[in-house]
């Protein structure tokens, strides 16, 4: 089994973004091959709000062939050039860390 999280902590003032994002989300993993389970998580502090996806995959190969997909590889790119158009005005900053766990049994040691 493999398990991916991605934090995304945004202002407050901003929220609504993240909620978007995470009905998109849901309703596209839905759909992947290969996901055992799809959960979010969210926690408020004091300036800024944090949406933690909790993904579970049979493998680490089933979650590179989701995110190596043309539609999140279009997606990103497209999200870039947006970035970089908009530079000159401001911009709503988004932190996100990607974490990646292996099922760990210290029986099978």
């Known amino acids: 089994m ?3 999280t991605a934090t995304f902590e945004i202002e407050k003032a ?3 973004r993240l909620v978007k994002k ?3 989300d849901k309703a596209q993993l839905a759909q992947a091959k290969g996901i055992l389970s799809f959960e979010c998580w969210r926690r408020e ?3 800024t709000v ?3 996806y909790v993904s579970k995959w049979e493998s680490q190969d089933a979650f590179k062939a989701w995110i190596s997909r043309d539609e999140h590889v279009n997606e990103h790119k ?3 050039k947006r970035k970089k158009e908009t530079e000159q005005t401001e911009q709503v900053k988004m932190k996100k860390t ?3 766990f292996e099922l760990y049994d210290s029986s099978e040691n």
Do not use: C, I, Q
């Open 50 to 52: 944090e949406f933690v």
């Open 45 to 47: 502090n004091k300036d």
């Open 2 to 4: 493999f398990v991916n």
């Open 98 to 100: 990607l974490r990646a």
């Open 78 to 80: 497209e999200m870039n």
């Open 22 to 24: 995470r009905e998109k």
């Open 14 to 16: 901003y929220e609504e």
